[in-house]
């Protein structure tokens, strides 16, 4: 399976993005709905962080850094999930990058065994 994340641009402050995670190659057993999926980001110099996580059954979960300002979301006949990112800040400057897992536990980066190759999100002042 592929994942291919995209929709990453340079906004300003105050501005929206949303991001794309669409799954393509997979087996028969290997459905896009069966996994849980997440989407982290890097900034320079920084350690992958969690962003925020779409179970199979449609529970998200949120970073605090981004509660309320993005929004997961999973449309499994095109096997495609999305980051609605509002408000953006400086701070949420990153490669943001998609991943899914088979796993209950949605926050860890190890827990994820495929990952996409990642978008740049560029956000000025």
């Known amino acids: 399976v592929q994942l291919q994340a995209f929709g990453g641009g340079l906004v300003q402050a105050g501005d929206s993005l949303r991001l794309s995670c669409a799954a393509s190659?997979?087996?028969?057993?290997?459905?896009?709905?069966?996994?849980?999926m997440g989407w982290f980001r890097q900034a320079p110099g920084k350690e992958r962080e969690f962003v925020a996580a779409i179970s199979w059954s449609g529970d998200t979960v949120y970073a605090d850094s981004v509660k309320g300002r993005f929004t997961i979301s999973r449309d499994n006949t095109k096997n495609t999930m999305y980051l609605q990112m509002n408000s953006l800040k400086p701070g949420d400057t990153a490669v943001y990058y998609c991943?899914?897992?088979?796993?209950?536990?949605?926050?860890?980066?190890?827990?994820?065994?495929?990952w996409g190759q990642g978008t740049q999100v560029t956000v000025s002042s």
């Open positions: 991943a899914r897992n088979k796993r209950p536990r949605l926050i860890e980066a190890n827990m994820y065994d495929t």
């Open positions: 190659g997979q087996s028969s057993g290997h459905s896009f709905s069966m996994y849980n």
